[in-house]
């Protein structure tokens, strides 16, 4: 498990809203304004939350969680270049609330079972869902469990659905 | 109804990008932001604005949201980890701890000629009935006034009435 990849891209449309919790997922590229310490790199995951300019959304400012001094940093930044953070409960909530915005695919209530009690999500996905090959090789009883004491699988499988419907698999981000 | 927001005072509510509404300090009144975090004695935290960039608040300086859907969550989020004795207190029946805020929905009970008999929040494992209870017994579960997002103010409302009884700020300004 590398909870690293518990992300969703940020350009798919209407999924980043405000306060979304965000890492940085542009590729390395520095940024002249920002002192080394504060460069994306590897090992130098920056997280922050978005806050969107205008109702097109593509693009906002980022407060990350880093500091400069006695100030924190705030970017101009183009939702393309961040991913939505699902390690986080409100990145999670965020993730629901566009598949549930989304056109029912599957003839059921997306949201209702992404909520739902911890041992039973994964494998109401795998039956309730559609496509099973999205999930087989999650394990329902996968215990393992996120920094705030949510189950990984629950958040993969999450992540794979939003994927999917966006037609988005193979996603880098 | 009143203005749909809660007290940031109350402990564990704001969370990290909960929609706030700062009240006083350098941001005008009325300026909303989200929250970033608290300081260790958690008696203040950070706001970030357009406007202004992020500002140190004190915690009685913001109130949450609920006219946002993430504030709206991060209420519910805040009821997950209440005492559940407290929601015990006002519900007439409930059927499980709510585990989880990502889904929920208000249904209005009625009896035979229409008058309200009472409230019933629906989470996906559990439900909770508030019937005849004082605390919702004024709302009317046919009003249809939204809010901006196209959610139902009087589902806001309710979930606002019952955190501020759960956690003992009834009649709190902050």
Request: proline share 6%; net charge negative.
């Amino acid at each position: 498990m590398n909870d690293s990849i518990l992300t969703l891209p940020g350009d798919i449309p209407g999924l980043l809203r405000r306060g979304s919790p965000v890492v940085w997922a542009a590729p390395i590229r520095p940024n002249p304004t920002l002192p080394a310490h504060l460069q994306a790199g590897p090992g130098r995951e920056r997280r922050g939350l978005w806050m969107p300019l205008g109702p097109k959304a593509d693009e906002g400012m980022v407060c990350w969680d880093t500091w400069c001094g006695a100030n924190r940093v705030e970017e101009h930044v183009y939702a393309g270049d961040l991913a939505l953070d699902l390690s986080d409960p409100t990145g999670r909530a965020h993730a629901a609330w566009w598949l549930d915005s989304q056109p029912r695919q599957y003839g059921t209530c997306w949201s209702g079972f992404i909520a739902s009690p911890r041992p039973r999500v994964a494998a109401l996905l795998g039956s309730v869902v559609g496509p099973s090959e999205l999930f087989a090789d999650l394990d329902p009883d996968d215990l393992r469990t996120l920094p705030d004491g949510s189950r990984w699988v629950d958040t993969e499988a999450l992540r794979r659905i939003v994927l999917h419907v966006a037609g988005r698999e193979g996603s880098d981000v | 109804m009143s203005e749909l927001t809660l007290p940031g005072s109350i402990p564990g509510l704001l969370r990290r990008g909960s929609p706030v509404i700062a009240l006083v300090g350098r941001a005008r009144a009325d300026t909303r932001g989200l929250c970033f975090g608290h300081g260790l004695d958690h008696t203040g935290t950070l706001i970030g604005t357009q406007r202004e960039g992020v500002v140190w608040y004190g915690l009685g300086d913001v109130r949450l949201d609920l006219s946002d859907l993430t504030g709206r969550a991060h209420a519910l989020l805040w009821l997950t980890t209440c005492d559940v004795a407290a929601l015990e207190s006002i519900a007439d029946d409930m059927t499980g701890p709510i585990v989880d805020a990502l889904y929920w929905a208000w249904a209005g009970w009625e009896d035979d000629t229409g008058a309200p008999l009472g409230w019933e929040l629906n989470l996906w494992n559990a439900r909770y009935f508030f019937l005849n209870d004082d605390l919702l017994v004024d709302l009317n579960h046919r009003d249809v006034d939204t809010l901006a997002d196209g959610s139902r103010a009087v589902d806001a409302e309710a979930l606002r009435r019952i955190v501020l009884h759960v956690a003992g700020r009834e009649g709190s300004d902050v």
